[in-house]
T-cell receptor, first 114, second 106 residues
Framework: DTGVSQDPRHKITKRGQNVTFRCDPI?????LYWYRQTLGQGPEFLTY????????KSRLLSDRFSAERPKGSFSTLEIQRTEQGDSAMYLC????????????FGNGTRLTVT | GQSLEQPSEVTAVEGAIVQINCTYQ??????LSWYQQHDGGAPTFLSY????GLEETGRFSSFLSRSDSYGYLLLQELQMKDSASYFC???????FGPGTRLSVLP
């Protein structure tokens, strides 16, 4: 168990640019989640995958956000035309099993949009 | 929809016992979990309750009452390292509560 890893740890970008983050889950975990967290708030659910299928996506997620999990392994989260309001910590988590299984989080990617 | 409510802050002294409450509203129920997050760190899983009653894991215990849509996390023999934010979590729709910031004073 090498844990969930996320890359990069930090990303600074200018408003209007596109950014892409990567998440490598724990290898045997079938579920992968993306969350966004701002200071002093709880993690906000964005989307989740079971294997390669994206099964749920938050209604709060604008069409500028897209996520993929090709082959059911690593996942990418892309934000197009970034806005200052996108500045946050983006957390990835993985789990093995159903909705009662613990989520294992990576250390996150901190995005700053200037 | 789903929603969870928690107190925003709790303060206690080393060695004391503290209870962090969580009330929730949900259309379905897959259990209530608790996570701990230190400043600058990732959330880590603490406990899970699917059925009514108390689950004990060392110094931490978690309680659930499904009829009251209520749960709590009980931390005993508080230590300075327990200073962190604590989140309740609904597995139904992967929703976290707003978090309770616990400060443990010497």
């Amino acid at each position: 168990d090498t844990g969930v890893s996320q890359d990069p740890r930090h990303k600074i970008t200018k408003r209007g640019q596109n950014v892409t983050f990567r998440c490598d889950p724990i290898s045997e975990h079938n579920r992968l989640y993306w969350y966004r967290q701002t200071l002093g708030q709880g993690p906000e659910f964005l989307t989740y995958f079971q294997n390669e299928a994206q099964l749920e996506k938050s209604r709060l997620l604008s069409d500028r956000f897209s996520a993929e999990r090709p082959k059911g392994s690593f996942s990418t989260l892309e934000i197009q035309r970034t806005e200052q309001g996108d500045s946050a910590m983006y957390l990835c988590a993985s789990s093995l099993g159903g909705r009662d299984s613990p989520l294992h989080f990576g250390n996150g990617t901190r995005l700053t949009v200037t | 929809g789903q929603s969870l409510e928690q107190p925003s802050e709790v303060t206690a002294v080393e060695g004391a016992i503290v209870q962090i409450n969580c009330t929730y509203q949900t259309s379905g129920f897959y259990g209530l979990s608790w996570y701990q997050q230190h400043d600058g760190g990732a959330p880590t899983f603490l406990s899970y309750n699917a059925l009514d009653g108390l689950e004990e894991t060392g110094r931490f215990s978690s309680f659930l009452s499904r009829s009251d849509s209520y749960g709590y996390l009980l931390l005993q023999e508080l230590q300075m390292k327990d200073s962190a934010s604590y989140f309740c979590f609904l597995g139904q729709n992967f929703v976290f509560g707003p978090g309770t910031r616990l400060s443990v004073l010497p």
